[in-house]
């Protein structure tokens, strides 16, 4: 991972930027729907018990995309075999390493209520590997920056998460990294916005 150290005044000036950005697919009006999109909408409320949010909202766009999306994320988050502090710390890794503003907003207070060590989350927010992190940890941050990184992953790391997770578990890490990859990317292309009086967390990587 590229080590973010930037001067407080870039990273002020960062911030107040990126509040700037233009939204360029914010929420769709109730009645600009297409048929397809309002189907798509109610069958995400009744599967998730909330509203089209977050990296859903451009999502929308393809509603057949969102809802297949959708659930993915509903395996990958809740029915994983990897416990949930980690599968959020590599959600984590993976909104550092595009810089995904949203995407860390909304799961850093989850990862944290999970039981991940908040030094660990302070250094990847920061841009660095964490110095302290138990076996799990150093495995799935070698796993997820090895395949950021190097596109791959070593057969060394690979043997050692089917040892401690299974196929399926060295699967579905991949697939985290993927899903939030993919959730990433279109937020950033999208330029989704913060919540409202919300100030980005992640200051820019040093590439």
């Known amino acids: 991972m590229r080590v973010a150290v930037l001067p407080v ?44 949010f977050g990296p859903f909202v451009p999502l929308l766009r393809s509603p057949e995309l969102m809802t297949n999306a959708s659930n993915m994320g509903l395996h990958l988050r809740y029915r994983s075999v990897l416990p949930l502090r980690l599968s959020e710390f590599i959600i984590l890794i993976t909104a550092r390493e595009w810089t995904q503003q949203l995407e860390w907003h909304i799961h850093a207070p989850i990862a944290l209520k999970a039981g991940l060590d908040p030094a660990i989350v302070t250094a990847i927010q920061e841009g660095r590997r964490p110095d302290a992190m138990g076996p799990e940890e150093t495995l799935v941050y070698a796993f997820s920056t090895e395949l950021h990184h190097n596109k791959a992953v070593s057969d060394t790391t690979y043997a050692r ?6 196929e399926q578990g060295a699967i579905e890490m991949a697939g985290i990294n993927g899903y939030y990859t993919l959730l990433a990317m279109s937020m950033n292309v999208a330029q989704t916005a913060l919540p409202d009086g919300a100030a980005p967390q992640l200051p820019p990587l040093i590439r």
């Open 9 to 52: 005044l870039s990273i002020l000036l960062f911030g107040s930027l990126s509040a700037l950005a233009q939204d360029r697919l914010p929420p769709l009006p109730a009645d600009a729907l297409s048929p397809e999109q309002k189907a798509a909408s109610e069958a995400f409320l009744a599967a998730r018990r909330t509203p089209v």
């Open 161 to 166: 998460a089917v040892r401690t997770f299974g």
